[in-house]
């Protein structure tokens, strides 16, 4: 345990409890969403009762992810700004993981946004776009794990473990139950469902669970304009 997780102060765990938890139900929104469409979709549960749950899911992921921002800016540590919240890989703390976790951010209020517009913008239009939704999965997992101070807890690593797992089984769950047809589209899903436990664990190996690794990420910087 770092000893940031030990003092650290009263906005730095309501931070980190934000992001865990909107973790969690992005996880749970995303396998939802997997386990339930095309083909694999229950029969003894209605398409209007998952979509409900579905929607409910992603609103409480919006909620404690905005306390997840909210408080993690308020928290003189790291001193970061509102515009570090919604442009990515900006701030001076730890800019590569905290820019994964505003381009996760980014694309969920694209999906927020599209989905009050779906509407106007068709059925087709608005799926293209909860898409994004997938893509934020990912980039919020690995912002969790290279951001987080206390990365090393077994409990924390459990947790990753755990939205991981899940999220892989849903995919080759849908992969198994999937129709023919669609042969790129289920390649592409079963290589990125291959692919992200492995570079993760890779990651987790030669960083965060290494010594020292949380002063190397917060003073790593990326060159922007030429450098800095």
Do not use: N
């Not at 308020?74 to 970061?80: C, G, Q, S, T, Y």
């Not at 059925?123 to 980039?139: E, F, G, S, T």
């Amino acid at each position: 345990m770092t000893t940031l997780a030990l003092t650290g102060s009263p906005l730095w765990y309501a931070s980190r409890a934000g992001g865990t938890l909107a973790l969690v139900l992005l996880t749970a929104t995303v396998v939802l969403g997997i386990a339930s469409g095309g083909r694999a979709a229950p029969r003894r549960i209605g398409r209007f009762e998952i979509g409900l749950l579905h929607r409910d899911l992603s609103l409480l992921t919006l909620v404690f992810l905005a306390v997840h921002v909210v408080t993690a800016v308020l928290d003189p540590f790291a001193h970061l700004g509102w515009a570090v919240s919604v442009v990515p890989f900006g701030a001076s703390y730890r800019p590569l993981w905290l820019g994964l976790g505003t381009a996760a951010l980014d694309l969920l209020l694209a999906v927020l946004l599209t989905s009050a517009l779906r509407l106007r913008l068709g059925v087709r239009r608005w799926k293209a776009a909860h898409w994004l939704a997938y893509a934020a999965w990912p980039l919020a997992l690995f912002h969790g794990v290279g951001t987080g101070t206390d990365t090393r807890l077994p409990l924390q690593l459990w947790l990753y473990a755990g939205c991981l797992a899940a999220v892989v089984a849903a995919v080759w769950w849908r992969l198994a139950k999937a129709g023919p047809g669609r042969i790129t589209g289920r390649l592409l899903a079963a290589t990125v469902a291959t692919a992200v436990p492995v570079v993760l664990g890779a990651f987790l190996a030669t960083g965060p669970l290494q010594p020292g690794w949380a002063q190397h990420a917060a003073a790593t910087t990326i060159p922007l304009g030429g450098g800095r």
